[in-house]
Structures are given as structure tokens and as C-alpha cells.
T-cell receptor
Framework: QKEVEQNSGPLSVPEGAIASLNCTYSDRGSQSFFWYRQYSGKSPELIMFIYSNGDKEDGRFTAQLNKASQYVSLLIRDSQPSDSATYLCAVKRGGSTLGRLYFGRGTQLTVWP | DAGVIQSPRHEVTEMGQEVTLRCKPISGHDYLFWYRQTMMRGLELLIYFNNNVPIDDSGMPEDRFSAKMPNASFSTLKIQPSEPRDSAVYFC????????????FGPGTRLTVL
């Protein structure tokens, strides 16, 4: 079983809709969770991180964490064509202040006008 | 302020040749990471350094791969000899002690081994 699993997609939503991206992880001791966005041909960039159960909102983005279910999600409200990219979920295990990040393979999102 | 710098941006080589990828982290950052990205395996951490010292190289696929960080502003990833299965995009990323959860990625080097 991979450390981090994501819906392979692609996910296609109309402009203005809510895009929902999901991620599960295998290590129950994982402490930190991240969402990176990667445009085609570009490098990943961090858009959200979450450490505690519940929701964390930042503008149009909401990260949701459920440690009991080992589940992380990213909601994008009022999706825009500029949100079209691959979204990578990443997890850091517990027990160290800096450890390796384990990335999912990403979900490709297309927002059509 | 310049971000992470990688060179070359593209490299095409033939099987068996030596390949050297270069990275300059953001000034003041004391952590440096080397990743490899392929369609099949996604983004994988190969090795990371703290204060120029390798901390975790468990992701380095085999002895053909080696990485060095001779000083705080320069790192290399070397593949010798290269094989077609090494074809991938190689990213370098850096972060600093005060914000280790935020890694800044370079533009990547697209390596093609024929």
C-alpha cells in the first residue's frame, strides 16, 4: 500500500463550481498534511497545510482533515480556469520536526469556462 | 529575491553517460531536498541535506546515484552510468529551520536518457 493515495482523476468541473480533491494516507502517526499545486511543466508550490482535525480555510480553499479516517481533502470554491492544475497531497510522519514528505501521485483538475 | 536555481533545465544524454544536475538553494535556507518525478511513481524524495550534511538518503535508488553538498549554496546530483529508466524530472527544493514545512521548489531538470 502506498503511503499516500489520491483519486487519479482527471476531475473536470465547470467554472464557479466546487472542486473536491481527496487523499488518504497509511501511517496513522502522520502529523502534518499539505496540498501542493503543480501547473503543467512547472514545479510544485505549497498552497495549504493542516495539522489538526477539522477545517482550515484560506480564501477559496478549504483543507479538511480527519485523522480517525486517515483522510485529507481540499475544497476549491468558485473554481476558476486558472485553478486547472495537478494537486498533490503530501504527508509528513510524526516523531521529528523535519522528516521526509510522502507525496501522492496527484489529481489533475480541469475547470472549464 | 531569487528562488531555487537548477541547471541545466533540459538534459538529453545517451545510456551509459555521466549526468550531473546542479542546484543552488535560496540564500539562508539550511535544508536542501532532491526529488524525482515520473508519471508512474509520482514525486519521490531521493535525499535531503541539513547544513550541508546528508540526513536521509534512503530514497536514492541505487549506487549509480550520488549527491553532494560542498557548501551552503551548491549541491549536485550525479548519475553514473545513466540508464533510460532514469528519465524523469528532477527537482531541488529548499527550506529553513524556522519554517521547515514550507519547501520551495526549483524549476526542475528534465532528463532524457536515450
Amino acid at each position: 500500500q502506498k503511503e499516500v493515495e489520491q483519486n487519479s482523476g482527471p476531475l473536470s468541473v465547470p467554472e464557479g463550481a466546487i472542486a473536491s480533491l481527496n487523499c488518504t494516507y497509511s501511517d496513522r502517526g502522520s502529523q502534518s498534511f499539505f496540498w501542493y499545486r503543480q501547473y503543467s511543466g512547472k514545479s510544485p508550490e505549497l498552497i495549504m497545510f493542516i495539522y489538526s482535525n477539522g477545517d482550515k480555510e484560506d480564501g477559496r480553499f478549504t483543507a479538511q482533515l480527519n485523522k480517525a479516517s486517515q483522510y485529507v481533502s481540499l475544497l476549491i470554491r468558485d473554481s476558476q480556469p486558472s485553478d486547472s492544475a495537478t494537486y498533490l497531497c503530501a504527508v509528513k510522519r510524526g516523531g521529528s520536526t523535519l522528516g521526509r514528505l510522502y507525496f501522492g501521485r496527484g489529481t489533475q483538475l480541469t475547470v472549464w469556462p | 529575491d531569487a528562488g531555487v536555481i537548477q541547471s541545466p533545465r533540459h538534459e538529453v544524454t545517451e545510456m551509459g553517460q555521466e549526468v550531473t544536475l546542479r542546484c543552488k538553494p535560496i540564500s539562508g535556507h539550511d535544508y536542501l531536498f532532491w526529488y524525482r518525478q515520473t508519471m508512474m511513481r509520482g514525486l519521490e524524495l531521493l535525499i535531503y541535506f541539513n547544513n550541508n550534511v546528508p540526513i536521509d538518503d534512503s530514497g536514492m535508488p541505487e549506487d549509480r546515484f550520488s549527491a553532494k553538498m560542498p557548501n551552503a549554496s551548491f549541491s549536485t546530483l550525479k548519475i553514473q552510468p545513466s540508464e533510460p529508466r532514469d528519465s524523469a524530472v528532477y527537482f531541488c527544493a529548499s527550506s529553513y529551520q524556522g519554517s521547515t514545512d514550507t519547501q520551495y521548489f526549483g524549476p526542475g531538470t528534465r532528463l532524457t536518457v536515450l
